[in-house]
């Protein structure tokens, strides 16, 4: 089975603009989660869908949002981009989304806002 | 709240030698316990889970992880590590409602060949 797909792998975007990550979870897969991972904060969570709907949300401000699809892939986006949003996001996708069912992280598409 | 600690952020190993990484949670129900490892430019891959059973578990690459609810504590270990083990490991809690990860800080490990 192919693994968490995300689109793209890197992206340089300037601060005030927007930017659309995309997440395709594992075949079979329903949930999806995104996480964002900097060198000061670590890896946090950002959200969680589970068919369609968002089931979980971190802390972030509401510049950041999400959707998921259909088919459970999944976007997130990030609005009025600032400097603090660089950083690796990482998509992971898990079967149910139940607590503690397993979560495959993709690759992570790594943001750099000048 | 929910927390992970991981109270080594940097740990260097000689090839060979016997690994033995942090992790201590703070969650007030039965904890759902992840070891996940890093290796640059990449995701996250999972090494191991704890839900319940068995204290020890194993996972992949040779890891395993001793469950101590007394102690609030999952660490990992390795009886001898390989020059490839260098990355960086997180240690994970399941929380909350759905699948939400409340993730430790890191350990880096540096292997010495």
């Known amino acids: 089975k192919a693994g968490v797909t995300q689109t793209p792998r890197y992206l340089i975007k300037t601060r005030g603009q927007q930017v659309t990550l995309s997440c395709s979870p594992i075949?079979?897969?329903?949930?999806v989660s995104w996480y964002q991972q900097t060198p000061g904060q670590g890896l946090q969570f950002l959200f969680e869908y589970f068919s369609e709907t968002q089931r979980n949300k971190g802390n972030f401000p509401g510049r950041f949002s999400g959707r998921q699809f259909s088919n459970s892939r999944s976007e997130m986006n990030v609005s009025t981009l600032e400097l603090g949003d660089s950083a690796l996001y990482l998509c992971?996708?898990?079967?149910?989304?139940?607590?503690?069912?397993?979560?495959?992280f993709g690759p992570g598409t790594r943001l750099t806002v000048l | 709240a929910q927390s992970v600690t991981q109270p080594d952020i940097h740990i260097t190993v000689s090839e060979g030698a016997s690994l033995e990484l942090r992790c201590n949670y703070s969650?007030?129900?039965?904890?759902?316990l992840f070891w996940y490892v890093q290796s640059p430019g990449q995701g996250l891959q999972l090494l191991l889970k704890?839900?319940?059973?068995?204290?020890l578990v194993q996972g992949i690459k040779g890891f395993e992880a001793e469950f101590k609810r007394s102690q609030s504590s999952f660490n990992l270990r390795k009886p001898s590590v390989h020059w490839s083990d260098a990355a960086e490991y997180f240690c994970?809690?399941?929380?909350?409602?759905?699948?939400?990860?409340?993730f430790g800080t890191g350990t880096q490990l540096k292997v010495e060949l």
């Open positions: 992971a996708s898990s079967l149910a989304g139940t607590r503690g069912d397993t979560q495959y």
């Open positions: 969650y007030g129900a039965t904890p759902y």
């Open positions: 075949s079979g897969h329903r949930s």
């Open positions: 994970a809690v399941a929380t909350g409602g759905g699948n939400k990860l409340t």
């Open positions: 704890y839900f319940s059973g068995d204290t």
